[in-house]
């Protein structure tokens, strides 16, 4: 089980590894499974695999706001689909650190920027951090 501070542990390590390769700035907010759901219901893409039926796994968050970038994370929900698996916590990390670099490449707030916006992530971490890529197919 993890708690805050080794998820903090975590995030801090995945932090400096991106940053070795792209400078970013963006902080770390844990919020509660109830708050972390209402967020993540805002998504375009969450919204449409709620409305095909799709199972929502998702384990972290990017607010993007004018002056900040913030990494929102529930410790209950890294618990319950991370089977304990910090590797696995670092992946969706290391993931959303990629839609925080990229952010400006973002063009309309609408499903398909937003599939658009996945697809580079995915790719860049595919490119730059392979093993980890993996733990998110």
Sequence with gaps: ????????????????????????SCELKFTNQKEFMAIAKLSNIIRDDILEGIP?????LVEHEKDK???????????????GDKLFVKALIMHEFYH?????????????????????AKEAMKREFPKLSNYLN
């Design 69 to 83: 970038d913030t990494i929102l994370l529930c410790v209950d929900i890294l618990n319950a689909i991370s089977a």
């Design 100 to 120: 925080v670099l990229f952010k400006s490449k973002l063009k309309k707030d609408i499903l398909k920027e937003d599939i658009k916006s996945e697809d580079r």
């Design 56 to 60: 929502v796994l998702v384990g972290a």
């Design 1 to 24: 089980m993890f708690s805050e501070t080794i998820i903090k542990g975590i995030y801090k390590k995945a932090y400096s590894e991106f940053n070795d390769k792209h400078k970013i």
